[in-house]
């Protein structure tokens, strides 16, 4: 899948999350990718991170982040 897909994704899911309390949010989102996401998503958003020019929002790339280390998927 396209990086750009990818990131368009994760930011819905964050933006579903943006009712609760920002921390709770990221952790709902990088909760959610861990739970719905194919193991090969995850590691291609993941990679995403290293970029400057994702398209990822700012809570996006923490849940992200928060996925990476908790996961250690990439």
């Known amino acids: 899948m396209s990086p750009d897909k990818l990131a368009y994704m994760a930011n819905q899911i964050a933006r579903a999350f943006d009712h609760l309390p920002h921390d709770k949010a990221v952790?709902?989102?990088?909760?959610?990718?861990?739970?719905?996401?194919?193991?090969?998503?995850?590691?291609?958003?993941?990679?995403?991170?290293?970029?400057?020019d994702n398209k990822l929002a700012p809570s996006t790339r923490e849940a992200v982040e928060q996925l990476r280390i908790s996961a250690k998927v990439a």
Do not use: G, K, N, P
Request: cysteine-free; glycine content about 0%.
């Open 27 to 52: 952790s709902a989102t990088a909760e959610h990718l861990r739970l719905f996401w194919d193991v090969r998503m995850r590691q291609q958003i993941v990679a995403q991170l290293a970029h400057s």
